[in-house]
C-alpha cells in the first residue's frame, strides 16, 4: 500500500521523458521497435484514462467508418496497444500497418510511407497528468485518433493518393532550373500539402445523417476538441474549397476556428487527384505565406 511504481528503475515511455527515443534519435533511428516491457504503470494508466473519457464522445461526434474501425481493431482500453497486435487486425483490411518511429519524419519520408501503407506512428504516450493538450504527438493520437480510419478502404486509398503526390511533387521540382526557384516553389507545394492534410486528415469533418461528424484525427484523439468542434458557435464550417484548403494558415496550439467539410471519403479521394493536377499545373507554386513553416529537412526530403 502507498508504494509508488518503481519510476527510477522504470522510466517509461513518457512523450518527452524517454530515455529510449532519446538513444534512437541519437543513433539517428528513424524506424524502431515498440520496446513494449518499458511502458511504466502510469503510461498504462494515461492510456486507460484517455480511452475511457474519449469513448462516449465518439460514439456521439465521431465518424462511422472511425466507429467501425476502432471495433474491428479491437483495441485494448486498458492498456497501451501493441503495434504488432493492431496490425495484425489492421493488415488484412487494407494492407495498411502501423510502424513505430522515433519521432519527427521529414515529409517526403512521411508520404512515401503512407505510399507503401504504412503509417509512422509515435510510440511515447503524453504524461498521465497532462491528458488535454500535447502539440506533439503520442500514441493516443496516432494508434486511438488515426489507425481506426486506416481500416476503411476508401479512406487507405486516399491516403495512399496522398503519398503519391508527394512522389510527383518530386518528379516536378527535379525538373525545374535553377535551386532558387526550386526551393520556392518546392515550399510553395508542401505548404500546400501540409494545409490540404491537416484540414483534411487532421481536422476534417464529414456530412452525415444525423449532421456533422468528424473523421479528423486531431479531433478524433481530443478529448475537448471534438466536442468543440462539432457543438461549438465559435466555429466556422465550409464545404471544403481546394483553393481555400491550400491558401489557409493554421495553429496548432489552440482550438481550430474554421474547419471544412467533405461529402464522403471518394470526395475526398477526389480532391486529392485535383490537387495533383493542380500541382502539375502549376497551380501550388505560389499559395499565401504563412503557417505552416517548411522546415530544411522537409526540404531536403524532397529533393
Ligand atoms: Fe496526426
Redesign the pocket.
Known sequence: MGRQPATAESPGLTTNQAPFIEQARRDGQLYIQQPYELYSAENHEAWRRLYARMAPRWDRYANEHFLAGIHSLCLDPKQVPKLADVNRFLQPLTGFQAKAVSGYIPAFLFFDCLRNRTFPTTITIRPSGRLDYLPE?DIF??VA??VPMHTDRAFAETLVRFGECAHTAAELVAGIRGEREQVRRLTSIIRAMARFFWFT??FGLMRATDGLRVYG??LLSSFGEIEHAIESPEVQRYPIQLEWAINQAFEIDHYQPLLFIVDSFDHLFSLVDELERWMCAGKLDDVAPGEPAVNERDLRSFL
Open positions: 504527438p493520437h496516432d485518433g488515426h486528415i487532421e484525427s486531431g
